[in-house]
């Protein structure tokens, strides 16, 4: 038997859920599909458990996107202070941790019980553990066969996400139902991700493993200031994964630990107020004593601080605040955040997510191509780019 409803979601992610609720309050009968045995995962783990739900500052300058114009329309009729007012609506307390950015106080799982209890609240219903073996059009409406039926509707959202984290459930599945209904794909590739390192530089760099800094770090005419974590495998961070979304293969990046601190002058002053000190001893008031001892070991010589000569300072004032490397690569979709690319925008309706070669079907999340940075943004596409879809279904 064929089961009808007026709007089929796929993936009861962040975008999905959105997507659902809004069909849902416009008197939509919808039925939510997953392959997960619970909804919201990523929302659950994200933010360290706690969910960086929105950023304040959201807006279009926010995005990656082959069309940087395309998430203007669905990011400005969703703000950011919507989805807080609903954050409110249902009693979770929050925080505004840095830069417009933020967090549950308590647990993400607080953002996915809301979600579910909107998504009863407005008549939708959700079914996990459903493995999805085929989408097709049938006369008017979409027909998806899966592992417990199929399932009909005019209207068919596609909001299974990207490829990053295939432990958790990502599969690429949009990718493939956009392409058999004639939409064109962008290049993908793991965004929002660590870098790691040649062998070489990696054991040279393994006893850092665990130190932070703040530094600016720049990749061509981006730049990000946050903070890095050296690892056991490289390098990650805030601002690494956020110059992870512009660095490509062979590029260089180039690193100002404590971009605040004049180094070069700070070991001057150092030398003339006490030349008996080490060189590490002096760096070590500007960066962690384990980073500042590799830097002075590396780059300095042995010795006071006034038996070093200005050019030995300003090298070790270079390394400091112009350290250049080449990453070896990235950690792949593995533990990346989010996929940059994917859904060609130019097959969309940026009002409505509708596909422009199939009506009805509609592509929402992170599947398309538009990515955030890091700090709330991809969540705040997810949910501007769901309410749009769910408004239009
Ligand atoms: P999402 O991936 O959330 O949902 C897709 C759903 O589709 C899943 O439920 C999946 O099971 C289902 N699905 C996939 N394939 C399927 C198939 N073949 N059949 C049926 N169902 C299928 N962003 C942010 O703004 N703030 C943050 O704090 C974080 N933190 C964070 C931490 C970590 C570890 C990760 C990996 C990511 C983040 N992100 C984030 C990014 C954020 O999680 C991401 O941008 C959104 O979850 C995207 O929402 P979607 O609904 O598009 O996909």
Sequence with gaps: MIKVSDVIVIGAGAAGMMA???????????TVLDHAKAP?????ISGGGRCNFTNLDAGPKNYYSSNPH????????YTPHDFLKLVEAHGI????KTLGQLFCDGSAKEIVAMLLGEMAAAGVTLQTGVEIAGVEKAGERYRVATSEGVLEAPALVIATGGKSIPK???????????????????????ALVPFTLEPGLLSELSELAGLSCEVEVRCGKTMFREAMLFT??????????????????????RIRMEPDVDVLGALKAAKSANGRQSLSTALAAILPARLAKY????????GHLADLSDKVLTRVADAVSDWTIKPAGTEGYRTAEVTLGGIDTRDLDSKTMEAKPAQGL?????CVDVTGWLGGYNFQWAWASGHAAGGAV
């Design 295 to 302: 830097i002075a070991d590396k780059h300095g010589a042995p």
């Design 70 to 77: 395309f998430c203007k329309s669905a990011l400005a009729r």
């Design 362 to 366: 509609y592509f929402i999340g992170e």
């Design 232 to 253: 056991h495998r490289g390098l990650s961070g805030p601002a690494i994964l956020q110059i992870s979304a512009v660095w490509r293969e062979g590029d260089a990046i």
């Design 168 to 190: 958790m459930g990502a599969t690429g599945l949009a990718y493939r139902i956009a392409e058999n209904f004639g939409l064109r794909l962008t290049e993908t590739r793991p």
């Design 20 to 30: 659902a609720i809004a069909a849902g309050k416009r008197g939509r009968r919808v």
């Design 40 to 44: 919201g995962e990523k929302i659950r």
């Design 93 to 96: 307390a929050w925080h505004e």
